[in-house]
């Protein structure tokens, strides 16, 4: 909205196709269509004055009708690790966080679907917190555009190749501007991310992981499990009250049958919790004859959980269960704990400051 009160079309709101089509309706050809996408993906224009090779009357109709939304960035921390977290604020006041993992050649951005979360996952931050809404497509996209923007500023020699949708929120409840910004981020004569490199954590809507398969969307697929019984994973996971974990696995067996894929599935090792003989036993079972890896991931403490981290040796007795089931597992390396670089911790205290 600009300072009349008129709506304004977010540039990053559209896949090329719908800027063609808005092209189209203003009575211009293709061309210009991708000579703005071209400005925006390929050359990151900070503004749409930059777009200098346009025609005066078209960039008149951009200023007047469409604007680049940019993220503010209201809090920057770098954990001794190298990992990178921006607390961003969006146009109406709203904060998500966007996280920057750095490996040896590459960088890795975390990148949140929603203001807040629905799914109310007992040990995470931002289920703790609740949900505020849904992230636009562009509002999705902009945070890849602003991780890249600081990768490439800051260490030139190390390119964001691999994108995980794995931030605040759940990118299934967020399931039409999701897959509109994977399809902005896949675009090959744009940022042109190979879909390999992107992967999406859902806790479980049985029904949208069918949708993704009957879609063929090509990126990856991760699965929160937390529990290999529905007692245990409901209390961890609230949405398994609404889909069992019989109707999660089937769903699951139907999208790898159909996209011949492998699904990676996240378990959060918490100690006393779920990382015992009996729980590794149960899921090693659960997920027989399943294209699956696991990934073990031990806690990261939020204040409002009591919960505790698995110890090593519970997590690699855990693991080595899981090997007599022929199911191939990876102990995760936790990053940026120094930073509060789970999802959901710096916006929560913030917000807490704030209210102070």
Partial sequence: MDHTGQWLTNLYDLSRPALIR????????????????????????????????????????????????????????????????????????????????????????????????????????????????????GEIVAQVLFARRFAEKNAPKRSLRNIVLMGMGEPLHNYEQTMTAIDILTDDRGLAIGPRYITLSTVGLAPAIRRMADEKCPINLAVSL????????????????????????????????????????????????????????????????????????????????SGRASRRSQIDRFKAILAEYDLPSTVRQRRGLDIDAGCGQLRQRVLSAETV
């Fill in 226 to 305: 937390h529990g290999a019984t529905d007692a245990e994973r409901r209390a961890l996971v609230p949405v398994a009250r609404r889909w069992s974990l019989d109707e999660l696995i089937d769903a699951c067996r139907y999208y790898s049958s159909h996209r011949n894929r492998r699904i990676f599935f996240e378990w959060t090792l918490i100690a006393g919790e779920n990382d015992t003989e009996e729980q590794a036993h149960a899921l090693g079972q659960l997920l027989h004859g399943l294209d699956a890896h696991v990934n073990l991931i031990p806690l990261n403490p939020t204040g409002a959980y």
């Fill in 22 to 137: 808005l092209l189209a309706h203003w009575g211009y050809s293709e061309y210009y269509a991708d000579l703005i996408w071209d400005y925006v993906y390929r050359q990151d224009t900070g503004d749409i004055p930059d777009m200098d090779a346009l025609r005066p009357e078209l960039m008149m109709m951009l200023q007047e009708q469409t604007y680049l939304g940019h993220l503010q960035c209201e809090r920057h921390l770098q954990s001794r690790d190298g990992t990178q977290k921006f607390l961003l604020r969006l146009a109406d006041g709203q904060m998500i966080e966007t996280v920057l993992m750095p490996y040896r050649d590459r960088y890795t951005a975390c990148i949140s679907t929603q203001a807040g979360c629905a799914m109310g996952c007992v040990f995470c931050a931002t289920g703790q917190m609740g949900f505020d809404r849904h992230l636009s497509a």
